[in-house]
């Protein structure tokens, strides 16, 4: 089985920038598409991005387009998400997860399993 564990987050002003890590254990992550999402106090877990893993085609939400980057390097058994320019609603805890199979087909529909996540918060 497929198990991913966050890092990355922190406490960071607004516009600063923030790279957090997905790494997978037990097996390699190489032919999963691999999904980030977010969950803010008080509001329902939301899909962020996703990269698949039969194209590396790439999905982002609205809210991040532009300012994050999802990246994987299947030697490192690692997808980044690099976010740029943050703002406090990016405020939230972020995890990682397998929507299942190789493409983002319906990621943000993912409702699996989570690890603890990291949480990034945006403060002055």
């Known amino acids: 089985q497929l198990q991913l564990v966050e890092s990355g987050g922190g406490l960071v002003q607004p516009g600063e920038s923030l790279r957090l890590s997905c790494t997978a254990t037990?097996?390699?992550?190489?032919?999963?598409?691999i999904g980030w999402f977010r969950q803010a106090p008080g509001k329902e877990r939301e899909g962020v991005s996703c990269?698949?893993?039969?194209?590396?085609?790439?999905y982002y939400a609205d809210s991040v387009k532009g300012r994050f980057t999802i990246s994987r390097n299947n030697a490192r058994n690692t997808v980044y998400l690099e976010m740029n320019s943050l703002k406090p609603e990016d405020t939230a805890v972020y995890y990682c997860?397998?929507?299942?199979?190789?493409?983002?087909?319906?990621?943000?529909?993912?409702?699996?399993?989570w690890g603890q996540g990291t949480q990034v918060t945006v403060s002055s």
């Open positions: 997860a397998a929507p299942g199979g190789d493409s983002c087909s319906g990621y943000d529909s993912f409702g699996g399993s």
């Open positions: 037990g097996r390699t992550l190489e032919y999963f598409a």
């Open positions: 990269i698949a893993a039969n194209d590396g085609s790439t």
